[in-house]
């Protein structure tokens, strides 16, 4: 899948997830976006593994914080 | 207070505080991270354990480790006190977690629980700073109401910071319970799977 259309479909997921619009040239991290709390952490996690039919590792879960790094990981591939 | 509470849950539990718990304590709650919207700590662990003594001797405190249960490790801190009988209400706070942990969601379902089905409280309540939007966010997420700004409340050494307080009555704990526990089996289901992987 091509990196332009994974990070449309993570955004898909996040403006679902958030409830607000997110441009294409955005970048959200979790620190620095109000909405992102830890249950929000959550949906969106498991909401991107049903999207994708990926895994994300416990490791990831815990550490992917921005809307850029989750989408270059399920654009690499590395989540099982 | 010394107590024996341990409240069990899917992937963590509450146990109480213990002066070992010192290092930990210092560690979590002078994290660059975490330390923001905390009042300040020492780095000092002997100071600590000092304070922690003191604690123990004292009444109407349930300090708390969040504790992975398997395997073991410690993940964060919640404290539960302010309490008062009319309405039969506490309220909960110091809650710490480190970086990346996963534990939101059942640790503050696991205080609840021991608010309501432990402690026989009617209401539980939590003050949090206004700026700390994560925390207030997850506090809304989690279905619980905001019952009042408390202007110029916080005073952490420099400027006061605004409260909001969030309240839970023992009325809307069933619905806060199934957010709060869909959330922690899912976390559980992968935290318990990648441990037995490990």
Redesign the interface.
């Given at each position: 899948m091509r990196h332009a259309e994974t990070a449309s479909r993570v955004r898909e997921v996040f403006q679902d997830v958030l409830g607000r619009n997110i441009s294409a040239d955005e970048d959200i991290a979790?620190a620095n976006e109000?909405?992102?709390?830890?249950?929000?952490h959550?949906?969106l996690m498991?909401a991107l593994e049903e999207k994708f039919g990926i895994a994300f590792?416990?490791e990831d879960?815990?550490?992917l914080a921005s809307l850029s790094a989750i989408v270059n990981r399920i654009a690499a591939g590395d989540a099982a | 207070m010394r107590h024996e509470l341990r409240i069990e849950g899917f992937a963590f539990r509450l146990r109480p505080v213990a002066l070992d718990d010192a290092q930990f304590i210092v560690d979590v709650r002078t994290h660059e991270q975490r330390s923001r919207y905390l009042h300040h700590t020492s780095r000092d662990v002997e100071e600590q354990t000092k304070w922690l003594k003191c604690y123990l001797e004292r009444e109407g405190e349930y300090y708390f480790v969040i504790e992975r249960r398997l395997p073991i490790r410690k993940e964060g801190l919640v404290v539960i006190n302010n309490f008062s009988d009319s309405p039969r209400s506490a309220e909960w706070g110091r809650w710490v977690l480190v970086p990346?942990?996963?534990a939101?969601?059942e640790s503050a379902l696991l205080v609840y629980r021991t608010a309501f089905d432990v402690l026989a409280l009617d209401e539980v309540f939590c003050r949090t700073i206004a700026e700390n939007?994560?925390?207030?966010?997850?506090h809304d997420?989690?279905g619980l109401l905001r019952r009042a700004v408390m202007e110029d409340y916080f005073d952490l050494g420099g400027p006061r910071y605004a409260a909001i307080e969030h309240v839970l009555t023992r009325e809307r704990w069933p619905v806060v319970s199934e957010?709060?526990t869909t959330?922690a089996l899912?976390?559980a289901r992968?935290?318990i799977t990648?441990d037995h992987i490990n």
């Open positions: 979790r109000p909405k992102w709390d830890s249950l929000k959550i949906e498991f590792s416990e879960l815990e550490n | 990346g942990s996963l939101a969601a939007s994560a925390v207030v966010s997850f997420s989690s957010t709060l959330h899912r976390v992968r935290v990648s």
